[in-house]
């Protein structure tokens, strides 16, 4: 089974600030891959999704983007941080064949001051 | 409409009992349906999936799938205070659609 790493696991960044969470994949080759984030007292949304290199979709405009610069690499960036781009975010791998679960990492919980 | 619609809880179920999780889904397209677990802090982990109408069974744990209806639920046996946690339903229309989560519904077993 696909294993998903992800760092950092906690940051806490200033308003306007760089963003880079990273996301690697073990135990599978060309996965689809996702960012999903999780803010306090809602549920997961999902932000990008990827079915291969240099193949990203996005679900929520926004001021983030992700990038897929290898196969098992997936990268959620942002130039200028907002407030409201706090939140847990997940990395997650998976959703494809008959069964179609995901299988996620560790997560980053993002504080933005 | 949401998408997938859980009661956010908190259900409160004494040590041994059975808990029952629902969620509807909105999207009569949907074909496959999984439940994760949460714990506060961590990130979600995969309990079950279903994808044909009826019960599935894995030790404690029962999903339950009635497309007709658009419901899925799930049951927890014995209930343990280690069950305490929050639970995710999700669902996606096949293989390469993308998993649409509920809010969750927090659960939590009293000793």
């Known amino acids: 089974s696909q294993t998903i790493h992800q760092w950092p696991a906690t940051l806490v960044q200033p308003v306007g600030s760089p963003l880079s969470l990273e996301c690697t994949v073990e135990?599978?080759?060309?996965?689809?891959l996702y960012w999903y984030r999780q803010a306090a007292g809602r549920g997961l949304q999902l932000l990008f999704y990827s079915v291969g290199i240099g193949q990203i979709s996005s679900e929520v405009p926004q001021n983030l983007s992700a990038s897929r610069p290898q196969d098992r690499q997936f990268i959620l960036s942002s130039k200028k941080l907002l407030l409201s781009d706090s939140g847990f975010y997940l990395c997650?791998?998976?959703?494809?064949?008959?069964?179609?679960?995901?299988?996620f990492g560790e997560g980053s919980r993002l504080t933005v001051l | 409409q949401k998408e997938v619609e859980q009661n956010s809880g908190p259900l409160s179920v004494p040590e041994g009992a059975i808990a029952s999780l629902n969620c509807t889904y909105s999207?009569?397209?949907?074909?496959?349906f999984f439940w994760y677990r949460q714990y506060s802090g961590k990130s979600p982990e995969l309990i079950m999936f279903i994808y044909s109408n009826g019960d599935k069974e894995d030790g404690r744990f029962t999903a339950q799938l009635n497309k007709a209806s658009q419901y899925v639920s799930l049951l927890i046996r014995d209930s343990q205070p280690s069950d305490s946690a929050t639970y995710l339903c999700?669902?996606?229309?096949?293989?390469?659609?993308?998993?649409?989560f509920g809010k969750g519904t927090k659960l939590s077993v009293k000793p």
């Open positions: 999207d009569r397209g949907s074909q496959s």
């Open positions: 997650a791998g998976g959703g494809q064949g008959n069964t179609g679960e995901l299988f």
């Open positions: 999700a669902v996606s229309k096949g293989s390469q659609g993308n998993l649409i």
């Open positions: 135990g599978t080759s060309n996965p689809n």
